[in-house]
């Protein structure tokens, strides 16, 4: 193969589109490595305290000008009691999965499922990218609001 690298400047990793501050439409997508090591959704445990957690890639949709932009986005299920327990709850209700009583977690079943989020930057080793500081139930463009799940 042949390369010409003439006026590019080496760098440690790719900066993808960072989206703007504001609330998008997203769709949980399977999504593997180019060096195979890690398929999403992907399911772990949380470093420092060893709770269950989803990592997730979602892609923006409904918006032609970003439908390339894709978000990190981890799904830590937390003992009841603990600060923020809920909140993969809220995540299950949000994208139509079972979210009551004892559960069986099906991650490879949440590919598909769509849902608004609330992007943010964050800046770490020097990179912006963006992550999710709300959810809420996607609502079709066009749709009327009486569609969306009450919460």
Same mark, same amino acid.
């Given at each position: 193969?042949?390369?010409?690298?003439?006026?590019?400047?080496?760098?440690?990793?790719?900066?993808?589109?960072?989206?703007?501050?504001?609330?998008?439409?997203?769709?949980?997508?399977?999504?593997?490595?180019?060096? $195979? *090591?890690?398929?999403?959704?992907? !399911?772990? #445990? &949380?470093?420092? %305290?060893?709770?269950?957690?989803?990592?997730?890639?979602?892609?923006?949709?409904?918006?032609?000008?970003?439908?390339?932009?894709?978000?990190?986005?981890?799904?830590?299920?937390?003992?009841?009691?603990?600060?923020?327990?809920?909140?993969?709850?809220?995540?299950?209700?949000?994208?139509?999965?079972?979210?009551?009583?004892?559960?069986?977690? $099906? *991650?490879?079943?949440?590919?598909? !499922?769509? #849902? &608004?989020?609330? %992007?943010?930057?964050?800046?770490?080793?020097?990179?912006?990218?963006?992550?999710?500081?709300?959810?809420?139930?996607?609502?079709?463009?066009?749709?009327?609001?009486?569609?969306?799940?009450?919460?």
């Amino acid at each position: 193969m042949e390369f010409d690298a003439t006026g590019i400047e080496p760098s440690a990793g790719g900066q993808g589109k960072v989206l703007p501050k504001g609330w998008y439409n997203f769709e949980v997508i399977t999504y593997t490595t180019n060096d $195979q *090591s890690k398929t999403y959704p992907m !399911e772990g #445990l &949380t470093k420092e %305290a060893k709770y269950p957690k989803v990592d997730l890639l979602l892609q923006v949709i409904d918006n032609p000008e970003y439908a390339d932009c894709k978000v990190f986005h981890t799904v830590t299920f937390l003992p009841k009691g603990n600060d923020g327990s809920g909140m993969a709850i809220h995540f299950l209700k949000t994208i139509n999965q079972p979210f009551e009583g004892k559960l069986s977690v $099906q *991650s490879q079943d949440w590919v598909g !499922e769509k #849902l &608004t989020g609330y %992007a943010v930057t964050d800046e770490y080793k020097g990179k912006v990218k963006n992550k999710l500081g709300e959810i809420k139930a996607y609502v079709a463009p066009g749709s009327s609001k009486g569609d969306q799940v009450p919460f």
